[in-house]
């Protein structure tokens, strides 16, 4: 019997769920939600419904889990409460400031309508998270250190086309080597955010605009780039396709830390991500908790889990017996 997944929204994020399906037999995509006209959403996937938002109540009983593929700064703190009272539901919020507060939102939800919620699934946070608290369990003395990239930062390249005089732009977060190689020496630097990341920007201006005002705006903003060396390149339309069309991303968790009686020996934990497409690969992520929550949710659990609340074994389309076989 498959796992029948409802998906809100149909963005990047969604369509990457909606691959990954492909590839977990035991599960089955039922239908879309979207707040636009369902008529002008095409999915890929032949054969399934596109229903608007407003409908989503007459399929309580239809799907298993709806995963939520909006975005955290006002999609998701709305939607994920409202809709874990109703189905079991996964979600990447990523605003780490606020997870408390969601978390607490989402629980209330779920258990008031006897459901299963998972929250900030993905891979930061999500995967880095889980590595940093099984890092910090195994060597308590010693320090976390998460790099990101190099990759497109949605968020900082959409605050670039905000700017006035931009048509288009890309942003690349990108690690700063020397302080890698301190941290992977054992060296447990002090690092300021400067001396993380750099960011790299390329812009494509509008005919006619002040490519000094731009690159100066975009160096100034704060929250964004002013804490950073960063580097604004300007090109044209057709270089920005050729290059830059595609949503990679990734990086890497550290955990360095001592052992022994006199803390004589180094030891260092790193976890490493290259993805080509980082909406694929949280989507990938996204689904295997789907799977995690059915099967919490058949078992009697309700309330709102985090990838610190869940066994791995729930993850996985294999039996235990398999598991202890091969991976084991």
Known sequence: MSIKIGILGYGNLSRGVEAAIRQNPDCELTAVFTRRDPASVSVRTEGVPVYSEKELPDFKDKIDVLILGGGSATDLPEQTPKYASMFNVVDSFDTHARIPEHYANVDKAAKEGGKTGIISVGWDPGMFSLLRMISTAVLPEGENYTFWGRGVSQGHSDAIRRIKGVKDARQYTVPVEASVAKVRSGENPELSTREKHTRECFVVAEEGADLNAIEKEIKEMPNY??????????????????????????????????????????HIIEYNLKLDSNPEFTGSVLLAYARAAYRLSKEGVTGCKTIFDIAPAYLSAMSGEELRKTML
């Open 225 to 266: 780039f002013s804490d950073y060396d960063t580097t604004v390149t300007f090109i044209s339309e057709e270089e920005l396709k050729k290059s830059h069309a595609g949503l990679p991303h990734g990086g890497f968790v550290l955990r360095s830390g001592v052992t022994g009686l006199n803390k004589e020996n180094k």
